[in-house]
């Protein structure tokens, strides 16, 4: 073969890669309907060629190029649900390893459990609405929504949002359990804050199974420490029949072992690929903290001692991008 023609081959070749794969990602802030209610606000991050620069992205940066055009198509999908008190840019690291993977992710900020909003109690229910409305904006209403397939959708989940995701993936809680739980467990974190509120228990116990708001369109979960897992028993689980990625942290002092990730594990109807964190903590499956994060919210920002964050979130990421590629498709 000629060398002029081993050239073009040549660039026709990594013209064709830069297409396929993508080594930059873009992102833009969305405002997802919900309802009578005001719009939710959320972001997207998706591979795109465009060329990415740092930006600020709350109190963290990350290196995107806004609102740029898509790259590739029939792209999947994963939607993202943060845990109490976050916000959809709260797991931006995982968002931005998936992307460059070829993935679309978008994340929506949950109303009244947000960082900034917290003025009212969010009843559980309403944060898998919320999700599926998400979804809903994603596949055909987003400008850039011909990209995608709606035939592989997955979700991701922390903390409350574990419990978000699987209950999107078709699980039932019973939230009749958390009275007598809390009963038992008076100090645990999440019974701290659910006696706060006065008749929250009475109200928790009368919650109908059909409240309860499934998208059959979801094909995967990533789980990481779900909120409040002791609620899903195995007949609530019966119907989660998409492959499960959990996660959960040796250390957990917010939902510390068995009662949560493990009763999720027990729980299921198939085994999950499973992930014990050794030394890890709670918020441990947040980003590393800025400086400026760590000294506005040291309670999110400090692991244990010999712990590191930015490592663990390396090897995490990777084997959630791995988890997707497989059950998804890349």
């Not at 309670?299 to 590629?325: K, L, Q, W, Y």
């Amino acid at each position: 073969m000629r060398p002029v023609t081993m050239l073009l081959l040549a660039v026709l070749l990594l013209t064709t890669l830069q297409t396929a794969w993508a080594t930059d990602v873009g992102f833009q802030a969305i405002a997802v309907p919900d309802g009578d209610e005001k719009p939710l606000s959320g972001g997207v991050w998706y591979p795109t060629d465009a060329v990415a620069s740092p930006q600020p992205l709350g109190r963290a940066s990350q290196t995107v190029a806004l609102n740029a055009p898509i790259a590739g198509h029939d792209l999947p999908l994963v939607v993202i649900s943060h845990g109490s008190g976050g916000w959809y840019g709260g797991h931006y690291d995982t968002a931005l390893a998936l992307a460059r993977a070829g993935f679309v992710v978008a994340a929506v900020t949950h109303r009244d459990d947000s960082a900034a909003d917290h003025t009212r109690a969010s009843p559980l229910w309403q944060r898998p609405v919320q999700l599926k409305r998400l979804a809903d904006y994603m596949l055909a209403v987003w400008p850039q929504h011909a990209s995608l397939d709606a035939s592989r959708v997955g979700v991701f989940g922390f903390s409350a949002g574990g419990f978000t995701a699987l209950v999107a993936a078709g699980g039932v809680p019973d939230l009749s359990r958390i009275g007598p739980y809390c009963v038992a467990h008076a100090d645990t974190e999440p019974c701290v804050a659910v006696r706060a509120e006065p008749g929250v228990m009475e109200r928790l116990a009368s919650v109908p199974a059909s409240i309860w708001v499934h998208d059959e369109r979801i094909r995967a979960a990533v789980v990481a420490a779900p909120g409040v897992g002791f609620v899903f028993t195995q007949e609530g689980l019966a119907n989660v029949h998409v492959p499960v990625q959990l996660w959960r942290a040796q250390s957990d002092h917010v939902e510390p072992a068995p009662d949560y990730a493990d009763a999720v594990r027990a729980a299921l109807p198939a085994a999950p690929e499973f992930h014990v964190v050794d030394n890890a903590d709670h918020y441990d499956f947040l980003p590393a903290c800025s400086a400026a994060l760590a000294s506005a919210v040291p309670e999110i920002c400090t692991s244990r001692p010999g712990f590191d964050r930015v490592t663990f979130h390396a090897g995490m990421n990777r084997d959630i991008v791995t988890f997707f590629e497989r059950t998804l498709g890349k």
